[in-house]
């Protein structure tokens, strides 16, 4: 967000103040002024004139300069109505050199999941992904897929979904006691790098916000249909608030991950390359990788596809 604009919003945080008034602490001529406020307002800030002058009656909007707007968290924020793919644009802006940021899209008209499987990214998410340049190995950047599902499975609980995780990237909502579950987002984590270093990292992320159900696919649920609409300017917020508080310590990731895991403790079968493993999940490593208790004893499980079996 444009200084200025970011400075501007301060000052209106605490009460009406007269354009004459921002003028002066800014340094800038009233005409400056509103011009600024002219933008902010064309950004979704309601912005109100009265006789004490400009007053910020809400920030209700779901745009770049709203969402960056008391953000806790050091990403600057490119918003599109529209977007072939959330991880396609942030992988052109981690190649141009960017680091910190998110691109976030209303829909998705070319959205993917893992394996290039089609996503469905209709109106009414929540598309983002994150930029970071993180300086670790290769070998630690599952982490950051973890860290989102952390964070996005805390997102959508304080949303009042009572969100769990699916070994690797999957937010579900349970169902029963027998570990089925409903998917309600997906990560999908892009990486370029060399041998001892990561490059830059992409973390996309795909969560069925306020979605109606005949819109969803089999076996999905919306934010919606399980706790009513949410925010989705504070949803995002908190999400990369929390996400930026995992990646900052990669020691904590794990342990929460585990809080919320609902893979633990399942009958699972892993599809991989080498081969199908069958077995109770009991364990995920500091790595991240899934530790499986098979006949045949302990395999642990870098990258697959998990699902949950009913108990016999």
């Not at 400075?7 to 009406?16: P, R, T, V, Y």
């Not at 008034?21 to 011009?35: G, T, Y």
């Not at 924020?77 to 209303?106: I, K, M």
């Not at 893992?114 to 970071?132: D, K």
């Amino acid at each position: 967000m444009n200084e200025t604009r970011r400075s501007i919003l301060e000052s209106l945080s605490d009460g009406a103040v007269s354009g004459p008034k921002l003028a002066e602490s800014l340094d800038v001529s009233r005409a400056a002024v509103w011009k600024h406020i002219d933008a902010l307002r064309d950004a979704g800030f309601e912005i109100e004139s009265g006789p004490n002058g400009y007053e910020l009656a809400a920030v209700t909007a779901y745009t770049g300069p709203a969402v960056e707007y008391e953000l806790e968290a050091p990403f600057s924020v490119e918003y599109h109505d529209s977007v072939g793919s959330t991880n396609d644009r942030a992988r052109e802006l981690a190649t141009e050199g960017a680091a910190d940021a998110a691109v976030l899209a209303d829909e998705q008209v070319g959205g993917r999941g893992r394996l290039e499987r089609e996503w469905a990214a209709p109106s009414g998410g929540v598309w983002l992904s994150v930029v970071s340049r993180p300086a670790i190995a290769p070998a630690k950047a599952p982490l950051y897929t973890l860290a989102a599902s952390v964070a996005t499975a805390r997102a959508a609980r304080e949303a009042g979904v009572d969100a769990r995780i699916k070994w690797p990237n999957d937010v579900v909502v349970p169902v029963g006691d027998d570990g089925d579950y409903r998917k309600l987002a997906g990560i999908l984590t892009e990486m370029e790098g060399e041998t001892d270093r990561v490059e830059w990292l992409v973390v996309g992320i795909g969560v069925n916000a306020n979605i109606e159900a005949d819109a969803l696919p089999d076996g999905a649920t919306s934010v919606r249909e399980q706790a009513g609409d949410v925010d989705r300017r504070r949803f995002v917020q908190r999400l990369l608030e929390e996400f930026d508080r995992y990646r900052s310590d990669l020691e904590g990731v794990v342990p929460a991950w585990r809080e919320l895991a609902l893979t633990l403790g399942q009958q699972v079968r892993v599809d991989r390359r080498a081969g199908e493993i069958v077995g109770e999940a009991v364990d995920v490593t500091e790595s991240g990788a899934l530790v499986v208790e098979t006949d045949d004893g302990r395999v642990t499980v870098a990258a697959g596809d998990c699902e949950h079996l009913r108990p016999v």
